[in-house]
């Protein structure tokens, strides 16, 4: 099982991207999938997580600027990021459940400048 991210880069403030994260291998469950971020010297955090049923979570510092969405047979979440902020810049990490196992990707870097 692989959780491949891709979409991040450089942007300015205020700016937008888009995060795209494929599970791939043998998955015959979905539990949920979603984003976490690492800003350097801080703790990850989670951004957002949905589950296969619908039911969302945000930190409260995105809600309204991002929007997370799972399309299931492909086995991808994605991330909208809009209205960036300089605080966005993390490296951003998919996470997921697979298979009733807690499973991550590879970080892709997000560089909002101010």
């Known amino acids: 099982v692989q959780l491949q991210a891709s979409g991040g880069g450089l942007v300015q403030a205020g700016g937008y991207l888009r995060l795209s994260c494929v599970a791939s291998?043998?998955?015959?469950?979905?539990?949920?999938m979603g984003w976490y971020r690492q800003a350097p010297g801080k703790q990850r955090e989670l951004v957002a997580f949905?589950?296969?049923?619908?039911?969302?979570n945000y930190a409260d510092a995105v809600k309204g600027r991002f929007t997370i969405s799972l399309v299931n047979a492909k086995k991808t979440v994605y991330l909208q990021m809009n209205s960036l902020k300089p605080e966005d810049t993390a490296v951003y990490y998919c996470?997921?459940?697979?298979?009733?196992?807690?499973?991550w990707g590879q970080g892709t870097q997000v560089t909002v400048s101010s």
């Open positions: 996470n997921a459940q697979l298979n009733l196992l807690n499973s």
């Open positions: 291998g043998s998955i015959y469950s979905i539990g949920g």
């Open positions: 949905t589950s296969v049923g619908g039911n969302t």
